[in-house]
């Protein structure tokens, strides 16, 4: 499901069918990779959206995720995959790029993030993600992105 980012604070809207489906209350817990914060539910008729201050503390970006909720209490997004994928960030060249969105455009959902060895420190990783649909003029379809890693394997 496509998910959108708007401009609130601490709201996660689902559309009214998802809520009765999954007797969502008034709040719920979201996890994004290895992030997590709380968020108030709102309804919509529309997609699944988020407030623009969780979605920039969960890295959360405007891609197509599979979602799960457990017990009315908490929704996963993802997934998010990571690709390490040179030793150098110099060498994620847009022709190497071009050549990953081969394969990124197979992922099914998620965040697809290609990032380089060099680029990890202090429980961060700094890379590209990709949008299909968010067409930049240096990278094409890959976004630069700043993300905590700690815990990943």
Request: glycine content about 0%; charged content about 40%; hydrophobic content about 45%.
């Given at each position: 499901m496509k998910l959108k980012i708007i401009q609130n604070k601490g709201c996660i809207y689902f559309p009214e069918e998802i809520q009765e489906k999954y007797n969502l209350n008034e709040?719920?817990?979201i996890c994004h990779g290895k992030l997590t914060s709380r968020a108030i539910i709102k309804s919509t008729k529309e997609e699944l959206a988020i407030s623009q201050d969780l979605a920039d503390l969960l890295k959360i970006k405007e891609v197509d995720y599979d979602f799960k909720?457990?017990?009315?209490?908490?929704?996963?997004?993802g997934p998010v995959v990571g690709i390490l994928a040179?030793?150098?960030f110099s060498a994620l060249t847009l022709k190497y790029l071009s050549?990953?969105?081969r394969f990124a455009i197979n992922c099914t959902k998620g965040l697809l993030i290609v990032f380089s060895l060099d680029k990890i420190k202090d429980s961060f990783v700094r890379g590209y993600y990709f949008n299909p649909e968010k067409i930049n003029l240096r990278r094409q379809n890959f976004h630069s992105l700043y993300l905590f890693i700690e815990g990943l394997v």
């Open positions: 709040e719920i817990k909720i457990i017990n009315s209490e908490m929704i996963i997004l040179k030793r150098n050549r990953m969105e």
